[in-house]
């Protein structure tokens, strides 16, 4: 089991960047593909950006190929997201989430754990 808490967001302007955090508990994260998601105001959580255990396999929605980043550090037991770029429709509540599979899901099936979220908003 592995519990994780993001952090790193808040309020910008268009065109700033802003880079998420994940932090996980246990020892395992390294086995653990991530996945970050989002979800606006009356709207269902939408696909990101995931990555799988060993980092080298990145996936990105096409809304944010480009300018957006996902890294990892083992090590640290934390996965990152770097915004850059951002624009006022990615005002939205930020969500890491996590599961062993090999491959990396695009969908909120594909993950086991989730954290609480956090706040991104992108004023105009």
């Known amino acids: 089991q592995v519990q994780l808490v993001e952090s790193g967001g808040g309020l910008v302007q268009a065109g700033d960047s802003l880079r998420l955090s994940c932090a996980a508990s246990g020892r395992t994260f390294s086995t653990y593909a991530v996945g970050w998601f989002r979800q606006a105001p009356g709207k269902e959580r939408e696909f990101v950006s995931a990555i799988n255990r060993g980092g080298f396999s990145k996936y990105y929605a096409d809304s944010v190929k480009g300018r957006f980043t996902i890294s990892r550090d083992n090590a640290k037991n934390t996965v990152y997201l770097q915004m850059n770029s951002l624009k006022p429709e990615e005002t939205a509540v930020y969500y890491c989430?996590?599961?062993?599979?090999?491959?990396?899901?695009?969908?909120?099936?594909?993950?086991?754990?989730w954290g609480q979220g956090t706040q991104v908003t992108v004023s105009s």
């Open positions: 989430a996590a599961d062993r599979k090999y491959v990396p899901g695009t969908t909120m099936a594909g993950y086991e754990y």
